[in-house]
């Protein structure tokens, strides 16, 4: 089993910035991708980044390209998601994932943080 650790969460002024921590612990860990989803009261949990773990490729969810980041550190088995020019549609609780890819190329997303809340005032 893998556990998931988010940090970093808060509020932050619209236009700010805000780093999110997701550490990764458990057995050994064999998870091809790791990313960040979030969600907002009353709405369904939405992507927002990913990375391949080997690779360290990158993907992200159409709303935040340009303005959010995630990277990773190998050895701390950590992955981080760098925000910035943030709005206040950005609110939303936000969660690490950890998962494998499919022989058909899709995400399967097996493992879950608890998630951390991002606020961001107007």
């Known amino acids: 089993q893998v556990q998931l650790a988010e940090s970093g969460g808060g509020l932050v002024q619209a236009g700010g910035s805000q780093r999110l921590s997701c550490a990764a612990s458990?057995?050994?860990?064999?998870?091809?991708?790791m990313g960040w989803f979030r969600q907002a009261p009353g709405k369904e949990r939405d992507f927002v980044a990913g990375?391949?773990?080997?690779?360290?490729?990158?993907f992200y969810g159409d709303s935040v390209k340009g303005r959010f980041t995630i990277s990773r550190e190998r050895a701390k088995i950590t992955v981080y998601l760098q925000m910035n020019s943030l709005s206040p549609e950005d609110t939303a609780v936000y969660y690490c994932?950890?998962?494998?890819?499919?022989?058909?190329?899709?995400?399967?997303?097996?493992?879950w943080g608890q998630g951390t809340q991002v606020t961001v005032s107007s």
């Open positions: 994932a950890a998962g494998r890819v499919r022989t058909t190329g899709q995400y399967e997303w097996n493992y």
């Open positions: 990375i391949r773990w080997s690779g360290g490729s990158t």
């Open positions: 458990g057995r050994t860990f064999s998870s091809d991708v």
